[in-house]
């Protein structure tokens, strides 16, 4: 089962998913890439280009050649290098603007800390993939910077977001659906994710204990002790604002803390997290359907959003693969294959390439949402292609 899984994954990889941003993508008059194709694939050359579409691209890439070594995905990966050091690094004050004009200024200059780590994974990636010195010299200030202007020193965890020049701001959201607090689940998730992209390439001791504070952060605050689920916006002092359960989160979060803490290599961090890692996934097959998909959220008060997010379908396949990895547990790999199968039905686009944002409860695509944008990106699809493939 699993070596179907993987070249048919590999092929999804190199066949549908890369190539579209690689046709698509590639803003030729502007420079870097364009900023939006919605859902009906019309292209939208004056999109503002935004920093989390921009550093996902150059993560995928740059991991994409370190595994392939396709001249092709290098093109790319050096492009967004380019790019994002040219338009994205704020000169003066350091740190990566969160949104720019089509044309390459800022329009949102605010460093959002999601942002931060997103940049430090592809500044780090490519310098895996490149061994280029000037790429780890970036991804390294990005962490001192994020630990400098981010960590609360107080109560543990990471402030959502600065100014341009790293001074207190009020609205500190990531986007308008999210709650207005000071840390999040998510923004701490895309910091543990980087951080541990970095270990592997450098050892200092702050990265160390910032990352071992890290995982503690999600095992003490940010993963429920009651339900297993991750708690989403909290306060300062870690008191949850919200009461969403997101379960793309919850099974994306399972397995990038087993990453975590296997890389930072502290075993008795390591077992902890094993068993918590298979609790999370547990509680994140709640959203589980009966054709292999996962739904998106559901809130306490028990309304259910029961659209198919396409990143959701691909963490789970990421998740459920860990969980059988850790376990030994069959079961496990069955929910990747369904949710495989799932995706292949009702989420790529079989006719214009990569997948959509979205399928409902009734099998119908999304055509609404962009294909290519701000948040949709090729990262979380190609990702779960990449990590299967290796394993």
Not at 231 to 258: C, P, Q, T
Not at 281 to 298: C, F, H, N, R, T
Not at 338 to 358: A, F, H, L, P
Request: charged share 25%; aromatic share 14%; glycine share 6%.
């Amino acid at each position: 089962m699993m070596q179907t899984l993987k070249s048919e994954l590999h092929s999804e990889l190199t066949k549908n998913i890369l190539p579209y941003w690689i046709q698509k993508m590639p803003d030729h008059e502007q420079g870097g890439f364009y900023g939006r194709i919605d859902g009906e694939e019309g292209l939208h050359k004056t999109a503002n280009k935004g920093a989390v579409l921009n550093a996902r691209i150059f993560w995928t890439f740059s991991a994409a050649y370190r595994l392939e070594k396709n001249p092709k995905y290098l093109e790319i990966a050096k492009r967004a290098y380019q790019y994002i050091s040219d338009y994205f690094i704020d000169k003066k004050n350091g740190g990566i603007y969160w949104e720019l004009d089509y044309k390459g200024a800022p329009v949102n200059p605010r460093k959002q800390i999601y942002a931060q780590g997103f940049a430090l994974y592809g500044f780090s990636e490519f310098y895996r993939a490149t061994g280029q010195p000037e790429a780890l010299e970036v991804a390294k200030s990005l962490f001192y910077l994020i630990e400098k202007h981010a960590y609360d020193p107080e109560f543990g965890g990471y402030i959502e977001a600065q100014t341009e020049d790293w001074q207190t701001i009020e609205d500190m959201r990531l986007s308008e659906r999210d709650a207005n607090a000071p840390k999040s689940m998510n923004t701490h998730l895309h910091i543990l994710e980087p951080y541990t992209n970095l270990l592997r390439i450098w050892k200092a001791p702050e990265l160390v204990e910032a990352q071992t504070r890290l995982i503690h952060n999600f095992c003490d605050h940010i993963v429920s002790a009651k339900t297993k689920h991750l708690e989403l916006f909290f306060d300062r002092n870690w008191v949850s604002k919200y009461n969403i359960i997101s379960y793309g989160h919850d099974i994306e979060s399972a397995w990038l803390l087993f990453e975590a803490a296997e890389v930072l290599g502290d075993t008795v961090l390591i077992d902890k997290v094993k068993q918590l890692s298979i609790e999370i996934v547990e509680a994140s097959y709640e959203g589980l359907q009966p054709d292999g998909s996962m739904i998106y959220e559901k809130t306490h008060e028990g309304h259910v959003d029961t659209d198919r997010h396409w990143w959701i379908q691909a963490e789970t396949i990421v998740g459920s693969t860990y969980a059988y990895l850790i376990s030994g547990n069959e079961k496990y790999l069955t929910v990747a294959k369904n949710t495989w199968e799932y995706i292949k039905k009702q989420i790529i686009d079989k006719e214009n390439g990569e997948w959509v944002w979205s399928a409902s409860a009734d099998g119908t695509q999304n055509r609404r949402d962009d294909k290519a944008g701000f948040w949709k990106c090729p990262y979380h699809n190609a990702r779960m292609c990449m990590e299967l493939i290796t394993k």
